[in-house]
């Protein structure tokens, strides 16, 4: 694949879907470039919500075709108003698809859950004046996307 020509490349990568050309990615620099042109993104909105959507919806200033095409998909997965999901070990607040904070990870809880309770794996608080390196508000901010995480199918078979 290193030697076939760019234009070539791209279109092999039109073929791909959304998940696979965001896998793609992780592969190398040259198909990170490759798999983020906005040509390829372009037409994967427009081929999922049309036409008219991709002019409405159409980037603007520093956001590329991949940006509006994940917003996008999490607003379809999610919704518009204001939500704590978790992706993959991390939870962030969203609001009409845009990710407007990192609320934190599961990683950095157990750590804190091991601290608490005595277990040390070699990486310790750094502030020793919080006394826990997880508060309580992380704790219900994280059991709260667990809930919305878990009563998502719920939801959706209602809705159906």
């Not at 030697?3 to 959304?18: A, G, R, S, V, Y």
């Not at 956001?63 to 991390?90: A, P, T």
């Not at 997880?134 to 709260?144: A, G, T, V, W, Y």
Request: charged share 30%; glycine share 8%.
């Amino acid at each position: 694949m290193e030697e076939l020509p760019t234009d070539l490349c791209l279109k092999i990568f039109c073929w791909l879907d959304h998940h696979n050309l965001a896998s793609a990615q992780l592969v190398c620099r040259k198909w990170r470039g490759l798999a983020s042109d906005d040509t390829l993104w372009s037409n994967l909105f427009k081929e999922r919500w049309g036409i008219d959507n991709a002019a409405f919806y159409a980037p603007a200033d520093s956001n590329s075709w991949k940006d509006v095409y994940i917003v996008q998909d999490r607003c379809d997965r999610i919704g518009l108003g204001l939500k704590i999901i978790r992706e993959g070990d991390d939870y962030l607040l969203v609001h009409q698809g845009q990710i407007q904070r990192h609320l934190g990870s599961r990683q950095q809880e157990s750590r804190a859950f091991n601290l608490e309770n005595g277990i040390t794996g070699g990486e310790e608080c750094k502030d020793e004046e919080e006394g826990q390196c997880s508060s309580i508000l992380d704790k219900i901010l994280f059991f709260i996307g667990d809930m919305e995480s878990a009563s998502v199918h719920a939801k959706r078979s209602r809705l159906l």
